[in-house]
């Protein structure tokens, strides 16, 4: 079965501190990771993914498969990173997501 | 632009009543749709998987007499939640696969069901 745990409910840093939002998961063959990000009364967006080894917003995340983690990672969080986001892990294309139950990233100026 | 869209965004029934929320998908053909519920500060649970001219997939422990999906067209599939009561009150995205296999997975903007 496949498994994602994001072990923060709730995040607060400072304006300019690093960020790193915790995802580890457990699926036996070779799973796509996504980062998705929900502003506060808006509709889910997808923030990354691990296939595309992109920097999106100043985040970044890499796939650890050895700790199967793929953790978030922001070097200055800024007062707009304020949101929920969710990892999520998807067996292949045509498949749903299974999402991690959240972390509320709170940004404090 | 959105390409997943839900209908309507918001409602409030009385207990007892059926609701329809729809999904679909605005520039592109969806011959699949998975249905999502999202309680209050937490996260999503996947209801079911609609799949065009056939039955839907529900997950383990999901009333399917509780919650119709029906995905009548290429582009449309709806979720009806029948005989509500207070404790279906969520908020419900849909969302449509990725067009290629790499592809991003496309949500609506969810719909927030309050029963009375």
């Known amino acids: 079965a496949q498994r994602v745990t994001q072990p923060e409910k709730l995040l607060s840093v400072f304006k300019g501190a690093p960020v790193e939002l915790k995802c580890n998961y457990s699926?036996?063959?070779?799973?796509?990771l996504f980062w998705y990000v929900q502003y506060s009364r808006q509709r889910l967006q997808l923030l990354l993914r691990h296939i595309s080894r992109e920097s999106i917003k100043g985040f970044t995340a890499d796939l650890n498969k050895g700790e199967t983690s793929f953790h978030l990672k922001k070097p200055f969080a800024q007062e707009e990173d304020s949101a929920m986001y969710y990892c999520?892990?998807?067996?292949?294309?045509?498949?749903?997501?299974?999402f991690g139950k959240g972390t509320r990233l709170s940004v404090i100026a | 632009g959105a390409v997943v869209s839900q209908h309507p965004s918001w409602v409030i029934c009385k207990s007892g009543t059926s609701v329809k929320i729809e999904c679909r998908s605005l520039?592109?053909?969806?011959?699949?749709m998975f249905w999502y519920r999202q309680f209050p500060k937490q996260s999503l649970m996947l209801m079911a998987t609609s799949n065009e001219g056939s039955k839907a997939t529900y997950e383990q422990g999901v009333e399917k007499d509780k919650f119709l999906i029906n995905h009548a067209s290429l582009t449309l599939s709806t979720l009806t939640v029948t005989s509500a009561h207070p404790e279906d009150s969520s908020f419900y995205i849909c969302?449509?696969?990725?067009?290629?296999?790499?592809?991003?997975?496309?949500f609506g903007e969810g719909s927030r069901l309050t029963v009375l």
């Open positions: 699926y036996s063959g070779s799973p796509e």
């Open positions: 520039d592109f053909q969806a011959t699949t």
């Open positions: 999520a892990l998807r067996r292949s294309g045509n498949t749903p997501l299974v």
């Open positions: 969302s449509a696969p990725p067009r290629t296999s790499s592809g991003e997975l496309f």
